[in-house]
């Protein structure tokens, strides 16, 4: 499986962007797919999970209200919308499936190469 996330860059604080993520070489139909990121000197940390079977949206509470991850219409394509933008949102974002809870730190795949996000002050 390959992760491929992209879309991440600098912005200013309370500014959006929007991350993609496509991953190949799998099928699954009701597999979570993740959103995690990591700031510098922090370990991996959960931010948004989508299920794969209905949509159904679940996000860590410091990002809820300004985040949503949603499904690209192609297979295996997931989004993250992301608002209101902080510095501490600060990090690389990666993409991943999730094992057992939408939340866990163990992930079915290897790691892509993430995605920067900076926001600036």
């Known amino acids: 499986v390959q992760l491929v996330e992209s879309g991440g860059g600098l912005v200013q604080a309370g500014g959006s962007l929007r991350l993609s993520c496509a991953a190949s070489?799998?099928?699954?139909?009701?597999?979570?797919m993740a959103w995690y990121r990591q700031a510098p000197g922090k370990e991996r940390e959960f931010v948004a999970a989508?299920?794969?079977?209905?949509?159904?949206?679940y996000s860590a509470d410091s990002v809820k209200g300004r985040f949503t991850m949603s499904r690209g219409n192609a297979k295996n394509t997931v989004y993250l919308q992301m608002n209101s933008l902080k510095p501490e949102d600060t990090a690389i974002y990666y993409c991943?499936?999730?094992?057992?809870?939408?939340?866990?730190?163990?992930?079915?795949?290897?790691w892509g190469q993430g995605t920067q996000v900076t926001v600036s002050s």
């Open positions: 070489g799998f099928t699954f139909s009701n597999l979570y």
């Open positions: 991943n499936a999730p094992i057992g809870p939408y939340s866990s730190s163990q992930t079915w795949w290897s």
């Open positions: 989508i299920r794969r079977g209905d949509g159904a949206t």
